[in-house]
């Protein structure tokens, strides 16, 4: 079993930064790549970005000028570094990872999100 949990969200105003954290723990060693979805009010949830075990990131294309992703110093830890943030962005964050060496069709584990709220 793998747990995963985030940090980091919260309200800010359009303009500002947030970085988002997410840990995971337990059977680590079943993960290769880590990353992040998010879901808005109605809408359906949509894949921001992932970071595979070679270190090589992936961001969606609308957003790669704002967001970027990294892993921390131990393996089972990633960041989403957002900045200039809309109030688009407004969403639950989720944290995901899986098995594969990429998150486009979705995870094996996610955690239970992080609310960002960007006013205008």
């Known amino acids: 079993q793998v747990r995963l949990v985030e940090s980091g969200g919260g309200l800010v105003q359009a303009g500002e930064a947030l970085r988002l954290s997410c840990t995971a723990s337990?059977?680590?060693?079943?993960?290769?790549?880590m990353g992040w979805y998010r879901q808005a009010p109605g809408e359906q949830r949509e894949l921001v970005a992932f970071?595979?075990?070679?270190?090589?990131?992936y961001c969606t294309d609308s957003l790669k000028d704002r967001f970027s992703i990294s892993r921390g110093n131990a393996e089972n830890t990633v960041f989403l570094q957002m900045n200039n943030l809309k109030p688009e962005d407004t969403a639950v964050y989720y944290c995901?990872?899986?098995?594969?060496?990429?998150?486009?069709?979705?995870?094996?584990?996610w955690g239970r999100g992080t609310q960002v709220t960007v006013s205008s």
């Open positions: 970071i595979a075990s070679d270190g090589s990131p």
């Open positions: 337990g059977f680590i060693a079943a993960i290769n790549t």
């Open positions: 995901a990872a899986g098995r594969s060496g990429h998150l486009y069709s979705g995870a094996e584990y």
